[in-house]
């Protein structure tokens, strides 16, 4: 619904939000949606930007403005009910945020927003800052674009700078005869040419900033795909101390490269030689970030809350080693009546109304004793209700 009350009066710049504040929320996803749950729990309510009635958070917001993200009076009359505002997702308007920053504070900021949308600006930044990524180079043209197959070798992945997500806008090319075509099916968008660097696993860490600068970070965990999308996170990731707590520290890096005020998500490859290279940065909660919800005391998205509140940030210590699995398309939703027929299931869905094929439905956590995260065998055998996920073979 949209809220017709009277406009806030703008809240102090750099002060806590206090009980009862309104938080605003761009976009309208799962994102949003358990964000605002978090929020409730902590007594804010939160007024959701989206631009599709009935969306998952709006679902559960106090109030809900639908419209265009970047549309003047739309993003106005949406400010107006708000006293601090984030974002939820990255597909949206960077010039939008600004307006809304000319109005009230937004965290992360839209200059963090701009980075994370661009490919190009986001490997640059990583590189000003001394974090390790595989090797790039931006394509402009078809004389880049060779240049790049020189330089980087073959196969390397073509990947469009911008909007891409869940594997969509990217292509592995192993020969030089593809390299225009798999250019032309990505364009008219402008390209980046990555390396593509034999990796033993994917990590995944949140990091959490606050406004006085203090820092906290989850455990960094393992992430397994399937056809390009998200299946499980094992937290903590079966890898040696070291490699998390080195992982851990570069989250930590970044978030002040960034100046950060809120929640960042860092994806990032452990290589064959045991180096840890830097994928990419969301600026949001994310859905490696899952498991909090049931492992921790305070969630990925509570403390999202708590940095853009600019409340203290807790510990973000874990209880429970966790595996969270994807609910992903049908065969998803028809597990969920296993899901809540099993014990030690802890499921969440997200409220959408049709079950499409590749799209994010819900998830299930499962949660084993503190360092005693089991192998694949075990974590198969936990999970049994549920569509295959890992095997023997990505152990």
Same mark, same amino acid.
């Given at each position: ?30 994102? +949003? ?30 109030? *809900?403005? /639908? ?44 200059? /963090? ?17 001394? /974090? ?54 990505? *364009? ?30 989850? =455990? ?38 960034? =100046? ?9 490859? %452990? ?33 999202? /809350? ?33 899901? %809540? ?16 094929? +590749? ?35 990505? +152990?």
């Amino acid at each position: 619904m949209a809220n017709s009350g009277s406009p806030r009066a703008p809240a102090e710049t750099g002060r806590a939000l206090g009980p009862d504040g309104v938080i605003g929320i761009v976009g309208g996803g799962q994102l +949003g949606r358990m964000s605002a749950l978090a929020a409730a729990r902590l007594g804010y309510r939160c007024h959701v930007l989206s631009d599709a009635d009935g969306a998952p958070a709006t679902q559960v917001a106090w109030s *809900s403005t /639908i419209g265009r993200y970047d549309d003047p009076d739309v993003l106005g009359r949406f400010a107006g009910q708000c006293d601090v505002i984030t974002f939820e997702f990255e597909n949206i308007s960077a010039d939008g945020l600004d307006l809304l920053a000319s109005l009230r504070p937004v965290r992360p900021s839209a200059a /963090i927003l701009r980075t994370s949308q661009d490919r190009v600006a986001e490997k640059r930044m990583l590189g000003a800052a001394g /974090i390790a990524v595989a090797p790039w180079r931006a394509v402009d043209d078809e004389a880049s674009l060779e240049e790049a197959a020189r330089a980087l070798g073959l196969p390397l992945v073509l990947k469009t700078t911008r909007l891409g997500y869940d594997g969509k806008g990217q292509a592995v090319v192993c020969e030089a005869a593809a390299l225009r075509t798999a250019a032309s099916r990505l *364009s008219p968008h402008p390209l980046i040419a990555e390396a593509l660097v034999p990796f033993a696993c994917e990590l995944g860490v949140m990091v959490a900033r606050g406004l006085g600068g203090e820092i906290e970070t989850f =455990d960094a965990v393992q992430n397994h795909h399937r056809d390009h999308i998200l299946d499980l996170t094992l937290a903590p990731a079966p890898v040696a101390p070291e490699i998390r707590t080195q992982a851990q520290a570069i989250a930590r890096r970044i978030a002040e490269a960034l =100046d950060l005020q809120g929640l960042l998500g860092v994806e990032l490859f %452990l290589d064959a030689k045991g180096d840890l290279l830097v994928n990419e940065i969301a600026p949001r909660p994310h859905n490696s970030g899952h498991w909090t919800m049931d492992a921790c005391p305070v969630s990925q998205f509570e403390m999202h /809350i708590r940095a853009v509140a600019g409340l203290p940030l807790a510990p973000a210590v874990r209880h429970s080693d966790a595996v969270m699995k994807n609910l992903i398309g049908s065969d998803g939703m028809a597990a969920w009546p296993d899901v %809540l027929a099993t014990p030690g299931l802890l499921g969440h869905l997200y409220g959408k109304r049709e079950a499409r094929a +590749g799209r994010k439905m819900g998830h299930v956590n499962c949660l084993f004793p503190r360092d005693a995260l089991p192998g694949p065998a075990g974590i198969a055998c936990a999970l049994a209700p549920l569509p295959a996920g890992l095997d023997e073979r990505d +152990g």
